[in-house]
């Protein structure tokens, strides 16, 4: 099978579209009946947002330390500059080592890259990857507007994609919440391909930003590359959305389970002990092998899993960003 297999569940209800126009101008322009972002964006201020302030108390620089820098002069290289800085055409020109000089932008423009796939649509029957992608989606957005920073997205939707313009304030935050609950359930494929995401990402986002990169990584490889190249242009994190069931298998007996991106489907005996071995050593291997990626890349790695807390997993997140931001001053 070309992905993990995956436990069939019954298909959930489409949810209720909300309209919305491309560029909401205010928030009446977005409906509050059904699911809707607007009660979407509450039940993340009331549930999560209200928890993370009493957790981090409000300092969320060790979460969103990813801020841009601007050229400001040139000046003669010392002992201590950073190589990496050093403006080689003016060097060549004026004889000796020159470097550059930036100040730093306390603006952060952050962009999401979302992989819709449909394996992002399996999970339990209380919260499914793709569920847990909007909540994390509008909680990080919403922190980052409220201190007057913008925000974009970028949805992968086969080989099309949709993006969402960086900018600031709540509407913006509701637009992007709005465009996820009504983007469609994408058609099976052999593979789904990350590396459009990324390129496309590389492409869109001219200005050094905060970038954060949400899949569940069963995928085609060929992603580590522009994965490497956004690293290099911005702070890149990884959040990386699985199930537990997509890791290791209860005994339960016969089961049909099926490829979560081609639909194919096979009966297997659950009660096999040597079968639930090979299922988990072959999730312990994809583990290893995505960690070794992301490591290589330079990125910070969220594991998120269906069944965590958001809140427990953001100040987890934070508190090792904090660790590495450390290390790197030392």
């Not at 050093?86 to 979302?114: C, H, Q």
């Not at 990884?238 to 096979?266: F, H, K, N, S, Y």
């Not at 934070?318 to 590495?324: C, K, V």
Request: charged share 25%.
């Amino acid at each position: 099978m070309n992905t993990p297999a995956s436990v069939r569940t019954p298909d959930r209800a489409a949810s209720p579209r909300s309209a919305s126009p491309d560029r909401p101008d205010e928030a009446s322009s977005i409906r509050a009946d059904g699911p809707s972002p607007i009660r979407t964006l509450q039940r993340l201020a009331w549930k999560i947002i209200r928890r993370l302030d009493g957790l981090l108390q409000g300092d969320y620089r060790s979460l969103f330390y990813g801020y841009g820098i601007d050229f400001s002069d040139l000046r003669e290289y010392q002992p201590e500059d950073d190589i990496r800085y050093i403006d080689w055409n003016v060097t060549a020109r004026m004889g000796s080592p020159y470097v550059r000089k930036y100040v730093e932008d306390r603006e952060v423009t952050a962009w999401f890259l979302l992989d819709l796939s449909p394996s992002m649509d399996f999970g339990t029957a209380q919260t499914q990857k793709r569920a847990m992608l909007v909540d994390f989606v509008g909680t990080l957005a919403r922190l980052l507007t409220r201190h007057g920073n913008r925000v974009g997205a970028i949805f992968a939707s086969g080989s099309a994609q949709h993006v969402i313009p960086a900018r600031s304030g709540k509407i913006q935050v509701l637009h992007i919440i709005n465009d996820l609950l009504k983007q469609p359930h994408l058609e099976r494929a052999p593979f789904t391909d990350l590396t459009p995401l990324l390129t496309g990402g590389l492409q869109a986002i001219k200005r050094r930003s905060l970038i954060f990169i949400i899949s569940d990584f069963i995928c085609a490889p060929g992603w580590e590359r522009p994965l490497r190249l956004l690293t290099q242009r911005h702070e890149t994190l990884t959040i990386r959305l699985w199930d537990p069931r997509e890791t290791e298998l209860p005994d339960a007996g016969t089961l049909v389970m099926e490829d979560a991106e081609t639909g194919e489907q096979i009966v297997v005996d659950t009660t096999d002990a040597r079968f639930r071995a090979r299922f988990m050593e072959a999730a312990r291997q994809r583990e290893a092998a995505l960690r070794e990626s992301f490591n290589h890349a330079g990125v910070d790695a969220l594991a998120l899993s269906t069944d965590e807390d958001l809140v427990r997993a953001i100040v987890r997140f934070a508190t090792l960003r904090r660790q590495r931001a450390r290390g790197r001053l030392v």
